[in-house]
């Protein structure tokens, strides 16, 4: 595929570390699956506003999908994707093979346990943190950023991507930023795009429900079931979605809390047929 | 512990990193356990001359034992282990509670698959490797060595070690180094100790076992099986060992071989009373 001006594309680590070189200023990373949208674009954004170079790596990890997700039916829009990126050069973009970034030999697996590791995403979707934290691992050793910059719609993978990036001390700087959200309100996500119109209407009642949690918490309510009861009664009412779990939980370890007592979060996960979106809110006062 | 000249003794990764400072010259680790020997030494020696600053660390890691493992009577002898090391200084001697290598929060796990993950000691020693690639991608992170040294005796800890390091792309060069053996041929072993004399006796069935599998292989049996029941020819005959594995095994993976066609290496395991021993040769034309 030919780039377009203002992006220069690489599929090899290898020949594109040749073209970064060292020494030259500090690399950001903003790694992708691609299908991207303005939340990834406002992470190239402030990556370009903090970093002398900035590495786009798009690359759809098979290890982050559980047997009958969505990955073979993922959007892959490489095309679009640079299209979208050229404006926001000068970029490299990183889009390998599987066998970029997992060659022969390859066995390597990083885990997060704790209440990280179990709860919330990590139930629903088991090994898919694994997969995650392994891959993430693996472009940082590829790319050897400064600093990575990731949006916080996937507020539980940054958690757990700041947890093992502090527990082996890799000598990579992390931002979470905020989710990019729809005028309406929903959260952008490369999985809007299988929405129907009906599910398109009916998937704003997740940010709906969390704008309810956070309502009933800046009324003063302290207690995270009844926080959770508030949000939960909006997702219930309508009945196109099947509700995996709207949940109340501690800001960093995401572990369940009872009384709203320290930094939270609301976060809720929600089927619309095939599809499966998630969105959080921060509870603050 | 007062520290012997020589020597600078850290119990905290903070105050050993701000010790170290930053720019002033390579930095290599060798991992210890403590209850160190000649065999530890050469290590010390070798980094001494490769590196302009070496960090020894001592920490018996709980992670790398299992349930009914040796690890509550595993020697501690730091007083000793800094006098050894004294006059191979100038060391930084980095000997940690849990507490700095685990605090409260962690919560990663790194694991190695593939067949270094499963055959040998992964086999005899279940989660074994995980705990060591675990605590050593830790030390990488709170070190941060240029370069880091291995005894060969624990082979195939070193190639889970190479493994993981090249799959996450770590920035630490590794050497593993030769094993260093008593005069009569026993490896070195911090477990050695444990040893009564009878043991002690028949702890030289392993390098015995081994010798006899190389002369069968330089004498030119090519079949893993012969040279394999050669070696095993010599252990069965010391009575008191319990035999738990000898194999013939491809160098790098450890996958074992039926035909010797490609750089391999002869690996064996015995429990002597309480007290378990490996050992290992190259099996070179």
Known sequence: MRAPAGVKLFH?????????????????????????????????????????????????????????????????TLAADLALLAPEGPLWVYAPPVEDVYPAGFSSSLSVGGPLGKVLEAQWRPGHFDGVAT?????????????????????????VIRRFTRDLGLPVGLSGCPTVREADGLAMSSRNRYLDPAQRGAALALIRSLRAAQAAFKAGQRSAGRVEAAGLAVLKKERSLDVQYFSVADA??????????????????????KTRLIDNLALRA
Chains 1, 2 share one sequence.
Do not use: W
Not at 252 to 273: F, Q, W
């Open 12 to 76: 090899s680590a290898a020949a594109l570390a040749r073209s970064l070189g060292r020494g030259k200023g500090s690399v950001g990373l903003v790694p992708t699956m691609g299908a991207l949208h303005l939340g990834h674009l406002s992470l190239v954004r402030r990556a370009r506003k903090e970093q002398a170079r900035v590495v786009v790596s798009i690359f759809v990890n098979p290890a982050q999908f559980g047997p009958g997700e969505d990955f073979s039916r993922y959007p892959r």
């Open 135 to 159: 891959v993430v691992a693996r472009l940082f050793g590829l790319v050897r950023p400064d600093h990575a910059y990731f949006g916080l719609k996937d507020y539980q993978q940054f958690q």
């Open 252 to 273: 960093g370890s995401l572990e369940p809390l009872a009384r709203i007592d320290r930094p939270a979060v609301a976060l809720c996960a929600c089927r619309l047929g």
